[in-house]
């Protein structure tokens, strides 16, 4: 199975998307997918259900910096080269969904009770997030 098929099967097993994919993706970067799994939980439905940022997107960005991501305050170059992939990811998936938001994406306000039933109700994961999760995965490996 490949990894954008695997994270889209961890969202079908009820997973976050951010957990979906920072956990396929994290794994190839030697983190324990137990512990990919809890880092990535608070990012999930835009940022703790606020409907920001995609956490499809999210969870890609910080595999990205897990790969490339600097650890010495002056290691300028590595920092840059997160900020420059992030941005290439972010306008790739701004380019094929429209934009980069999980309200935006999918419609629906996770802060409201009501929001977690229509996501269910309107098949929105199968619709709409499984896409962005297999983008988000497929672009990662593909810029990385």
Same mark, same amino acid.
């Given at each position: 199975?490949?990894? +954008?098929?695997?994270?889209?099967?961890m969202m079908?097993?009820?997973?976050l998307? +951010?957990?979906a *994919?920072?956990?396929?993706?994290?794994?190839?970067?030697?983190?324990?997918?137990?512990?990919?799994?809890?880092? +990535?939980?608070?990012?999930?439905?835009?940022?703790?259900?606020?409907?920001?940022?995609?956490?499809a997107v999210?969870?890609?960005?910080?595999?990205?910096?897990?790969?490339?991501?600097?650890?010495? *305050?002056h290691?300028?170059?590595a920092?840059?080269?997160?900020?420059?992939?992030?941005q290439?990811l972010?306008?790739?998936?701004?380019?094929?969904?429209?934009?980069?938001?999980?309200?935006?994406?999918?419609?629906?306000?996770?802060?409201?009770?009501?929001?977690?039933?229509?996501?269910?109700?309107?098949?929105?994961?199968e619709?709409?997030?499984i896409? *962005?999760?297999?983008?988000?995965v497929?672009?990662?490996?593909?810029?990385?």
């Amino acid at each position: 199975m490949n990894d +954008s098929i695997d994270a889209a099967m961890m969202m079908k097993d009820s997973y976050l998307c +951010s957990q979906a *994919v920072f956990a396929t993706l994290g794994e190839q970067c030697g983190i324990e997918r137990n512990q990919a799994l809890k880092l +990535s939980t608070g990012f999930g439905a835009g940022i703790a259900r606020r409907g920001d940022i995609c956490g499809a997107v999210s969870g890609a960005i910080m595999a990205i910096g897990l790969k490339h991501g600097n650890y010495e *305050v002056h290691d300028v170059d590595a920092r840059d080269k997160v900020f420059f992939l992030a941005q290439k990811l972010i306008e790739g998936i701004k380019a094929r969904h429209g934009c980069h938001t999980c309200r935006g994406l999918t419609g629906i306000d996770f802060t409201k009770p009501e929001g977690l039933k229509l996501f269910e109700e309107k098949g929105i994961g199968e619709k709409i997030c499984i896409k *962005v999760i297999m983008d988000c995965v497929d672009t990662v490996k593909e810029i990385w």
